[in-house]
Nanobody, 126 residues
């Protein structure tokens, strides 16, 4: 059974940092890309970043480049999203997702990520 378990969300003041973790199990970690989506209150879900565990290739949505960094620890089957310079508009539920790397290479995130975690809430106060 595929499981993606997020942790690390919480309450932070604007300008602060948080690191989200996603512990993955139930699939061949190296054959998958792990990504993060977020959904802010009243807004559509947004794919923000992913990493291919096989070669470390990363993607970021343009609006978050420079503030968010995704990384992978293949030995722990865990992916991290380090978020810095947080703003109130970063407040959202953050979801860890996973999809086969070959599919992620050819397909938009929202269709390629086949497995989802339950999400972790990040609240950024002004």
């Amino acid at each position: 059974e595929v499981q993606l378990v997020e942790s690390g969300g919480g309450f932070v003041q604007a300008g602060g940092s948080l690191r989200l973790s996603c512990a993955a199990s139930g699939f061949s970690f190296g054959d998958y890309a792990i990504g993060w989506f977020r959904q802010a209150p009243g807004k559509e879900r947004e794919g923000i970043s992913y990493i291919h565990n096989s070669n470390g290739y990363t993607y970021y949505v343009d609006s978050l480049k420079g503030r968010f960094t995704i990384s992978s620890d293949n030995a722990k089957n865990t992916v991290y999203l380090h978020m810095s310079g947080l703003k109130p508009e970063d407040t959202a539920v953050y979801y860890c997702t996973a999809g086969p790397s070959e599919l992620v290479k050819e397909t938009p995130m929202e269709f390629a990520m086949l497995h989802w975690g339950k999400g972790t809430l990040v609240i950024v106060s002004s």
